[in-house]
C-alpha cells in the first residue's frame, strides 16, 4: 500500500495544542487502563499511541487515510488515560481536536456518514425526533423481525429497552420541607434522559426536594453539546454551550445538577470550551462552577465517617453493585459519593464489581458507530457482573444503562437489574436521601 504523505501542517491549520501534545512522555502508565488496548493489545490502539498519530497527522508525517483514522475512531473517549497518566495530559481535550480535523477533512462510508450526521446529530439531541424514531424501531422489536435486518441495525435495536418514559418535569418544584430549605438548583433535562428515563428524571427531582432544593426546570433548554464536542463537532457543542448557559443565568441558581455522566463532564468544561471567545469565556466558567453530578449533592445528605445504613431490610438478600460511568470516574474523578450512597441503603449487601471502572463499551454513540469492540467491551463487563454474583447494578448514565441491559438480556441474565442510582435510592432506599 502507498499513501502520498501531505505537507506539515501550516501554524493556522494546526490542531493541536504542541505542549499539551508534547505532555506525553510515553511511560505506558495508562496501557492497563485503556479498554480498547487490554483488548486488542496493539500499541496504537493505546492512549500513548494514538498521541503519536495524531502528533503525526498534524506534522504531516502521517496521511490522513482510513487506515490512520481507523485506531483513532475506536477510541471511546472513556479518558481513563487521564486519571493514572503522571504528567496530565489533557487527552480528552486532544481527542476532540483531533477528531474535528478528521470530521473537516475525512470522508466516511455513507453509513458512517448517516450515523454521525444524521441519527447522531439531526435525532438524538432533539426530544421530539427522538421519540420519532423510537416508535417504528420499538415496533420492529415488539413483532419480532428483526433478524431479518442487517447486523448494524440489530446491533442498534437491541440497545431500545422495553419500556420507555418521557419525562414531563414542572418549571418548578418545590422542596419538600420548606423551613430546611438548602437553595435553589437548576436540573438539565438532557436528550436521551428525558425521552427514554422519564421515571428516573422524576425520582432524580424527588430527591433533591426532599433534600431540602427548590428544582427548576427551563423547558426550552437545549442539548447540553455533549454529543457534538465527543463526536468532533466542537462548533455546534459551543454554539449549544452558549444557549444552555444563558437558559440557565436567567434561573439564578445557586446549583446546576446533571444526572447522566456523559453530559455533565461537558457542562463542567464549557469554560474550557469557551475559551477562546472572549465574550463567553467568563461565563462558561461561572456556570461550569455551579454544575454537580446529582451523586455529589444528594451524599451531602449522608454524614461524613462511615457508612450509616439506613435501609437495609428493603435489600433483603439481593447482592448490589456499582458501575462507574467513564465521564464521572475518569472526566470527573467521582467515584466515592455514588458508592457511599448505594451502600447506605446496602449495607452489607453491596459487593465491589470486578473491573468497576472499565468502560461498557457505550461511550455516548460509540456502540452505534463502532459496535464490534462495542460488543466485545460489553461481553466483558457482563461477564465481569456475573461474577460478582451482584442481583442488581447501579450506575450513573443512560449509555451504561442501556449497554448493559442489553448485554444482560443477550446473556440470558437478564434477572439482574441495571438501575440508575436515582431509581435505586428511591425503590430500594424510600426517603434515602432525605435530610434528617
Same mark, same amino acid.
Given at each position: 500500500?502507498?499513501?502520498?504523505?501531505?505537507?506539515?501542517?501550516?501554524?493556522?491549520?494546526?490542531?493541536?495544542?504542541?505542549?499539551?501534545?508534547?505532555?506525553?512522555?510515553? $511511560?505506558?502508565?495508562?496501557?492497563?487502563?485503556?479498554?480498547?488496548?487490554?483488548?486488542?493489545?496493539?500499541?496504537?490502539?493505546?492512549?500513548?499511541?494514538?498521541?503519536?498519530?495524531?502528533?503525526?497527522?498534524?506534522?504531516?508525517?502521517?496521511?490522513?487515510?482510513?487506515?490512520?483514522? %481507523?485506531?483513532?475512531?475506536?477510541?471511546?473517549?472513556?479518558?481513563?488515560?487521564?486519571?493514572?497518566?503522571?504528567?496530565?495530559?489533557?487527552?480528552?481535550?486532544?481527542?476532540?481536536?483531533?477528531?474535528?480535523?478528521?470530521?473537516?477533512?475525512?470522508?466516511?462510508?455513507?453509513?458512517?456518514?448517516?450515523?454521525?450526521?444524521?441519527?447522531?446529530?439531526?435525532?438524538?439531541?432533539?426530544?421530539?425526533?427522538?421519540?420519532?424514531?423510537?416508535?417504528?424501531? %420499538?415496533?420492529?422489536?415488539?413483532?419480532?423481525?428483526?433478524?431479518?435486518?442487517?447486523?448494524?441495525?440489530?446491533?442498534?435495536?437491541?440497545?431500545?429497552?422495553?419500556?420507555?418514559?418521557?419525562?414531563?418535569?414542572?418549571?418548578?418544584?418545590?422542596?419538600?420541607?420548606?423551613?430546611?430549605?438548602?437553595?435553589?438548583?437548576?436540573?438539565?433535562?438532557?436528550?436521551?434522559?428525558?425521552?427514554?428515563?422519564?421515571?428516573?428524571?422524576?425520582?432524580?427531582?424527588?430527591?433533591?426536594?426532599?433534600?431540602?432544593?427548590?428544582?427548576?426546570?427551563?423547558?426550552?433548554?437545549?442539548? $447540553?453539546?455533549?454529543?457534538?464536542?465527543?463526536?468532533?463537532?466542537?462548533?455546534?457543542? =459551543?454554539?449549544?454551550? =452558549?444557549?444552555?448557559?444563558?437558559?440557565?443565568?436567567?434561573?439564578?441558581?445557586?446549583?446546576?445538577?446533571?444526572?447522566?455522566?456523559? $453530559?455533565?463532564?461537558?457542562?463542567?468544561?464549557?469554560?474550557?470550551?469557551?475559551?477562546?471567545?472572549?465574550?463567553?469565556?467568563?461565563?462558561? %466558567?461561572?456556570?461550569?462552577?455551579?454544575?454537580?453530578?446529582?451523586?455529589?449533592?444528594?451524599?451531602?445528605?449522608?454524614?461524613?465517617?462511615?457508612?450509616?445504613?439506613?435501609?437495609?431490610?428493603?435489600?433483603?438478600?439481593?447482592?448490589?453493585?456499582?458501575?462507574?460511568?467513564?465521564?464521572?470516574?475518569?472526566?470527573?474523578?467521582?467515584?466515592?459519593?455514588?458508592? =457511599?450512597?448505594?451502600?447506605?441503603?446496602?449495607?452489607?449487601?453491596?459487593?465491589?464489581?470486578?473491573?468497576?471502572?472499565?468502560?461498557?463499551?457505550?461511550?455516548?454513540?460509540?456502540?452505534?458507530?463502532?459496535?464490534?469492540?462495542?460488543? =466485545?467491551?460489553?461481553?466483558?463487563?457482563?461477564?465481569?457482573?456475573?461474577?460478582?454474583?451482584?442481583?442488581?447494578?447501579?450506575?450513573?448514565?443512560?449509555?451504561?444503562?442501556?449497554?448493559?441491559?442489553?448485554?444482560?438480556?443477550?446473556?440470558?441474565?437478564?434477572?439482574?437489574?441495571?438501575?440508575?442510582?436515582?431509581?435505586?435510592?428511591?425503590?430500594?432506599?424510600?426517603?434515602?436521601?432525605?435530610?434528617?
Amino acid at each position: 500500500m502507498s499513501f502520498n504523505f501531505s505537507l506539515p501542517a501550516s501554524p493556522k491549520s494546526r490542531f493541536l495544542d504542541d505542549q499539551k501534545a508534547l505532555s506525553c512522555i510515553h $511511560c505506558g502508565l495508562c496501557l492497563s487502563s485503556c479498554p480498547t488496548y487490554l483488548v486488542t493489545g496493539n500499541e496504537n490502539d493505546s492512549p500513548r499511541g494514538r498521541i503519536y498519530l495524531m502528533r503525526a497527522l498534524q506534522d504531516g508525517r502521517l496521511p490522513l487515510h482510513e487506515d490512520s483514522v %481507523r485506531h483513532l475512531d475506536l477510541c471511546l473517549g472513556c479518558r481513563a488515560c487521564e486519571a493514572v497518566c503522571p504528567s496530565g495530559v489533557p487527552y480528552g481535550e486532544l481527542l476532540e481536536h483531533t477528531r474535528e480535523h478528521i470530521e473537516s477533512h475525512h470522508s466516511r462510508s455513507p453509513w458512517q456518514t448517516f450515523l454521525r450526521r444524521v441519527a447522531i446529530e439531526k435525532i438524538f439531541p432533539f426530544p421530539e425526533r427522538m421519540e420519532i424514531a423510537l416508535a417504528p424501531a %420499538r415496533a420492529l422489536k415488539a413483532l419480532g423481525v428483526t433478524a431479518w435486518l442487517p447486523r448494524p441495525v440489530q446491533e442498534a435495536l437491541s440497545l431500545i429497552p422495553r419500556e420507555v418514559s418521557r419525562a414531563d418535569l414542572p418549571t418548578t418544584s418545590p422542596a419538600s420541607h420548606p423551613p430546611l430549605a438548602r437553595g435553589r438548583v437548576g436540573f438539565i433535562n438532557g436528550c436521551v434522559m428525558s425521552v427514554m428515563f422519564g421515571q428516573t428524571h422524576r425520582n432524580s427531582v424527588r430527591l433533591l426536594n426532599q433534600l431540602g432544593y427548590e428544582v427548576v426546570t427551563p423547558p426550552d433548554q437545549p442539548c $447540553c453539546g455533549a454529543l457534538f464536542a465527543h463526536g468532533g463537532n466542537l462548533t455546534a457543542a =459551543r454554539d449549544l454551550a =452558549r444557549k444552555t448557559i444563558e437558559i440557565f443565568e436567567r434561573q439564578d441558581c445557586d446549583l446546576v445538577v446533571i444526572n447522566a455522566a456523559g $453530559c455533565g463532564s461537558t457542562l463542567k468544561e464549557y469554560g474550557h470550551l469557551l475559551s477562546a471567545d472572549a465574550a463567553w469565556a467568563e461565563r462558561g %466558567r461561572r456556570f461550569s462552577a455551579k454544575v454537580k453530578d446529582l451523586s455529589e449533592v444528594l451524599v451531602s445528605g449522608l454524614p461524613t465517617g462511615p457508612v450509616p445504613v439506613r435501609n437495609s431490610e428493603s435489600i433483603g438478600a439481593l447482592r448490589v453493585t456499582c458501575h462507574d460511568a467513564c465521564h464521572l470516574a475518569h472526566a470527573q474523578r467521582i467515584t466515592a459519593p455514588p458508592r =457511599r450512597l448505594v451502600q447506605s441503603v446496602a449495607g452489607a449487601n453491596y459487593v465491589e464489581l470486578p473491573e468497576a471502572d472499565v468502560c461498557c463499551g457505550s461511550a455516548g454513540s460509540y456502540n452505534l458507530t463502532e459496535p464490534g469492540m462495542a460488543g =466485545r467491551l460489553q461481553d466483558r463487563k457482563i461477564q465481569n457482573i456475573l461474577n460478582s454474583k451482584a442481583d442488581i447494578v447501579v450506575t450513573t448514565n443512560p449509555g451504561c444503562l442501556l449497554q448493559m441491559q442489553a448485554g444482560l438480556a443477550k446473556a440470558g441474565a437478564d434477572r439482574i437489574r441495571a438501575l440508575h442510582l436515582a431509581d435505586f435510592l428511591v425503590e430500594f432506599g424510600g426517603a434515602g436521601c432525605e435530610s434528617p
